[in-house]
C-alpha cells in the first residue's frame, strides 16, 4: 500500500497527498472528498478502500488517521451545485477543495481514478487507487465516514427515507419513499428517479 508513495519519495518528493471522494451515486446531498497527508511508510492494518470495510471498522480508522495524519481536507460541493455542473466536474471541484483546505501545501498528489485535472501541483491518476495506495484508502475513509454522518444526522430530522441506513443511495427503500413522501430540498433533481417524481407531480398538478 506504499508502493506509490515510496515512488515519489525516491525522486524527491516529501508532503505527498492522497486524494478520493465518495458520494457520486446517492440521490441526495453533497459529492464530499478528502485528501491527505500521511507520515513516511506510515502503516494502518486494516486500511484499504472504505467500500470494503464495516461502517464499526471506517469509524475506529477515521479517529486514527484523524489523529496520526500530518494534515487532512475536505471539499463539498452541494446537491444544487451537482445539479448545475454535473457529478463528474463537481467531483474535481471537491477534489481541488480537498486539497486547498489542507493546512500543509502537498508537492505531489495522487488522485483515485482516470480523472485529469488543472493543477498547478504535479499528480498521478490512479484507477482503485483506493486499494493500492495507502494515502488513497486513508482518504477515502475520511470522505466516506464524513458524508456518512451527514446523512446520519438528515435521517434524524426525516427517518421515513431511512437515510441511516441506505446513504441516499437509491435503494429500493429509498425509491420507494420517495415517491411516497416527496423528494427533499437537497435531493439531486438531475438524477433520474428523482426527476421522475418532479415530473409525476407536476403531471398529477396540471403544471
Partial sequence: MNKYENQKYIIGYKKIAGIDEVGRGPLIGSVVAAAVILPKNYKLA??????????????????????????????????????????????????????????????????????????????????????????????????????????????????????????GYPTKEHLAAIKKYGILNNHRRTYKPVAEVIKDHRSINGK
Avoid: C, W
Avoid at 486514527?64 to 471539499?75: M, Y
Avoid at 495506495?133 to 475520511?142: D, L, R, Y
Fill in 46 to 167: 486494516g486500511l484499504t478502500d472504505s467500500k470494503k470495510l464495516s461502517e464499526k471498522k471506517r469509524e475506529e480508522l477515521f479517529i486514527i488517521i484523524k489523529k496520526e495524519a500530518i494534515a487532512i481536507g475536505i471539499g463539498e460541493v452541494s446537491a444544487k451545485k451537482i445539479d448545475e455542473i454535473n457529478i463528474l466536474n463537481a467531483t474535481k471541484e471537491a477534489m481541488k477543495k480537498a486539497v486547498e483546505n489542507l493546512e500543509i501545501t502537498p508537492d505531489f498528489l495522487l488522485i483515485d481514478g482516470n480523472m485529469k485535472f488543472d493543477f498547478t501541483i504535479p499528480y498521478e491518476s490512479i484507477v482503485k487507487g483506493d486499494n493500492k495506495s495507502i494515502s488513497i484508502a486513508a482518504a477515502s475513509v475520511i470522505a466516506k465516514v464524513t458524508r456518512d454522518r451527514v446523512l446520519i444526522a438528515l435521517d434524524q430530522k426525516h427517518p421515513e427515507y431511512n437515510f441511516k441506513k441506505n446513504k
